[in-house]
């Protein structure tokens, strides 16, 4: 193995670990909510307290010692140089990796699943469509969608979805 495929395969490990820490906290963060708190509740209020959750997590004296290296943002906007001031979108939830120098960030965008059309908002330009045209995580190879099941069940959400893609 060369010099640089070591360096690819260190780069590739790092990025795994990164995206599987992040879901982590992400999951022990949605595990300290309760789903019924939220049944009939907005994208920004599940949201603000799923990153308040997850500061938490992170903020924990028993949370394991990586967690020491990770931030959480809720909505911070997204400086791209072509929107300015109240214009810029706006992330709903950037997990940082704390470091020197640029830091890694993994951008999640979320909708709620409610209604027969959320699918559509899910997979379309305010969703996902938002990484596909690169206005989220330019400058960055991962992010995510998150989705808030207010009606039916996890398996009819992803046929759904499977369906659309």
């Keep these: 193995m060369t010099p640089r495929q070591v360096t690819i395969n260190a780069t590739e490990d790092y990025r795994a670990a990164f995206i599987r820490r992040g879901f982590d906290i992400l999951a022990r963060a949605y595990q300290r909510m309760s789903s019924n708190d939220f049944a009939t509740s907005q994208e920004p209020e599940i949201t603000g307290e799923l990153v308040k959750n997850m500061k938490e997590v992170i903020e924990d004296p028993a949370a394991p010692l990586w967690m020491i290296h990770f931030d959480v943002a809720d ?3 997204v400086n791209d140089g072509k929107r300015l001031g109240k214009k810029r979108r706006r ?5 940082v990796r704390t470091q020197r120098g640029e830091h ?19 997979l379309g330009p305010d969703g996902l469509g938002l990484f ?6 330019e400058r960055q190879n991962d992010g995510g969608m998150v989705g808030y099941i207010q009606e039916e ?3 009819y959400w992803l046929a759904k979805i499977r369906g659309a893609l």
Excluded: Q
């Design 75 to 77: 909505d911070p906007p």
């Design 91 to 95: 992330i709903d939830i950037e997990l």
């Design 104 to 122: 890694p960030r993994m951008h999640l965008e979320a909708k709620r699943l409610y209604r027969g059309y959320s699918v559509g908002e899910y």
């Design 132 to 137: 596909l045209e690169g206005e989220y995580g």
């Design 153 to 155: 069940s996890k398996a």
